[in-house]
C-alpha cells in the first residue's frame, strides 16, 4: 500500500474513520442498552424492595391478625366455659327451688292440718271448759 499517495491516505484515513464511527456508534448503542438495561433493573430492584417490605408488612400484620385470632378464640372458648358453667348453676337452682317448693307446699299442708287439729282441740277444750263450768256453777 502506498500510503505516499495523498488521495489513497485520504481514503484509508476516511475508510478506518468512518469504521470507527460506526464502532463508535455500536458502543454508543450498546451503552444506551445497557443504562436502559440498568435503569430497568434498578427499577425492577426497587419494585422489588417495594414488593419485599409491603410482603414483610402483610406478614407482621398476619403475624399480629393471628395472635388476635387466638387471643379472641380463647377468649371465645373461656366465656363458653363460663355459659355452660352459669347453665349448670342454674340448672342446679331451679331443681334446689323446685325442691324447696314442694317441702315449702308440704309444710303448709302440714300446717294447715295442726291448725285443724288445734282448732278440734281448742273447741274440744271449750266444751270442757263450758262443761267445767257449768259442773261447778251448779255445785254452788
Do not use: G, W
Request: charged share 40%.
Amino acid at each position: 500500500m502506498a500510503l505516499d499517495d495523498p488521495t489513497l491516505l485520504v481514503n484509508v484515513l476516511t475508510r478506518d474513520l468512518r469504521a470507527m464511527t460506526q464502532e463508535r456508534d455500536d458502543l454508543l448503542q450498546k451503552l444506551d442498552q445497557l443504562q436502559r438495561a440498568t435503569h430497568s433493573r434498578s427499577r425492577s430492584n426497587s419494585r422489588t424492595q417495594e414488593l419485599e417490605s409491603a410482603n414483610a408488612a402483610l406478614q407482621c400484620q398476619l403475624l399480629e391478625t393471628e395472635t388476635e385470632l387466638k387471643q379472641a378464640r380463647e377468649t371465645a372458648y373461656e366465656r363458653l366455659n363460663e355459659n355452660v358453667e352459669l347453665r349448670n348453676r342454674r340448672a342446679r337452682v331451679k331443681r334446689d327451688l323446685q325442691s324447696t317448693s314442694a317441702k315449702l307446699a308440704e309444710a303448709e299442708k302440714t300446717i294447715m292440718e295442726l291448725e285443724a287439729k288445734n282448732e278440734e282441740k281448742i273447741k274440744e277444750m271449750e266444751k270442757i271448759i263450758l262443761a267445767t263450768r257449768d259442773e261447778l256453777a251448779s255445785e254452788r
